[in-house]
């Protein structure tokens, strides 16, 4: 997107009227932009429970990304009752944006697994480049198109997901990446159960 700050400066500077609708304008992007993530986790959410439905064993259960958006950490999460206790996948506020799996007590509970686990994740197209923290045993730092929810397209197509306006792109972007954790989790912690997920 072209930088336009001189010409909205300008237009500022020209009247009275002018710089009053500017300063009003900056002062409520904060909340226009908290109700874009939040209306964005939500259809992303709504898509999720139609892949993965409670009648199945599924669960969103951290919802801070729609509640409240703008606090760092925020968190939507996705898992399934057979998984081990707070074992989830989910995605996270931060600059960049992350997403993997959230689990603070793995280095309690999943001794010994954490490496099988990890190279499982990095053969799913996603180039070694997993890190991890205290909480998240393994998770990616968004730095692709996606990765900065305050950049102009961001926000643009987190507008059209929230109007329900093609393309959308930043909805099915998210929504595959949890689709290809999920299921490789799944199938790790579960390969004998042949869980039927709907494709």
Do not use: C
Request: hydrophobic content about 40%; cysteine-free; charged content about 30%.
């Amino acid at each position: 997107m072209p930088d336009l700050t001189q010409e909205i400066h300008n237009y500022a500077m020209e009247s009275d009227d002018n710089l009053i609708v500017f300063v009003q304008t900056a002062r409520s992007f904060d909340k226009l932009r908290k109700k874009l993530i939040s209306g964005f986790a939500q259809k992303l959410e709504e898509k999720l429970k139609q892949k993965y439905p409670t009648i199945k064993g599924w669960m969103v259960d951290d919802r801070t990304l729609i509640e409240n958006p703008l606090k760092m950490n925020s968190l939507l999460t996705i898992r399934h009752e057979s998984w081990l206790q707070n074992l989830k996948v989910g995605i996270g506020m931060q600059k960049p944006i992350y997403y993997g799996i959230y689990w603070k007590e793995y280095k309690s509970l999943f001794p010994g697994r954490g490496k099988d686990i990890f190279e499982l994740m990095n053969n799913k197209n996603f180039d070694n480049r997993s890190r991890k923290d205290e909480w998240f045993p393994w998770f990616i730092q968004n730095e692709e198109r996606f990765g900065d929810w305050f950049r102009e397209e961001t926000l643009v197509s987190m507008r059209q997901v929230v109007r329900g306006e093609p393309p959308a792109e930043i909805l099915n972007f998210f929504y595959d990446k949890f689709v290809v954790i999920i299921e490789a989790l799944d199938r790790y912690l579960n390969p004998v159960a042949g869980r039927d997920i709907e494709r």
